[in-house]
């Protein structure tokens, strides 16, 4: 059973440009969580999706992010118009509704 | 919200030497859980400890959910060990929470 999968493992990206950070949940997985990790912080709640549905985005920024988990394929986290202080390791975990496993993360610079 | 602190902040060990890291929380927790995350970002699930005391090779947990706090212990500490170690753990709900960590060098 393959773990949580993350890609691009590193992403560069323009001030201005869109970044795409996907996450495949484990097998069995419905639960899927996205977490965005600081330079020298911890963790912190970003979203909770289940298939098709957000449950819970009150750790999302209001503007330029948004996150989908559609019926088939992967969640998708979205950051538009990045700006640099959204340069961050940014980490995917899913649960079948217990404890999440944490994926490797996608670390994202904006240049 | 709950508040989870974690101590030391920073720590640097000899190879060899045993430590004790802490974890408290404000509030009773669930799926209480121990991360390495390495030198290069990786984030390693350690221990799935919501109570009683769990071992691992030269690592164990032990939480007390009761007084509300988790230990993790790193016996005879190699260089590898070195990263920073986090606890975190939801209240009923959906949101893990995560401490600050705790940054840990061990020194060859």
């Known amino acids: 059973n393959a773990g949580v999968m993350q890609n691009p493992r590193h992403l560069v990206r323009r001030r201005g440009q869109e970044a795409r950070l996907r996450c495949s949940p484990m097998k069995g997985h419905s639960h899927v969580y996205w977490y965005r990790q600081l330079p020298e912080e911890g963790l912190k709640f970003m979203v909770y999706l289940q298939k098709e549905n957000i449950i819970d985005e009150s750790g999302m920024p209001k503007e330029r992010f948004s996150a989908e988990f559609p019926k088939e394929g992967p969640s998708i986290l979205r950051i538009q118009q990045v700006v640099r202080g959204d340069s961050a390791a940014y980490f995917c975990?899913?649960?079948?509704?217990?404890?999440?496993?944490f994926g490797p993360g996608t670390r994202l610079t904006v240049t | 919200g709950i508040q989870v602190e974690q101590s030391p902040p920073d720590l640097i060990l000899q190879e060899g030497a045993n430590s004790t890291l802490r974890c408290n929380f404000s509030?009773?927790?669930?799926?209480l859980q121990w991360f390495h995350q390495n030198p290069w970002g990786q984030l390693i699930n350690l221990f799935y400890?919501?109570?009683g005391t769990k071992q691992n090779g030269r690592l164990s947990a032990t939480t007390v959910a009761t007084e509300r706090y988790s230990l993790l212990y790193i016996s005879s500490s190699q260089t590898t060990d070195s990263g920073v170690y986090f606890c975190a753990g939801d209240t009923g709900g959906f949101k893990t929470i995560f401490g600050a960590g705790t940054r840990l060098f061990v020194k060859a």
């Open positions: 400890i919501p109570s």
């Open positions: 975990a899913s649960s079948p509704g217990d404890a999440p496993y």
């Open positions: 509030d009773s927790v669930n799926n």
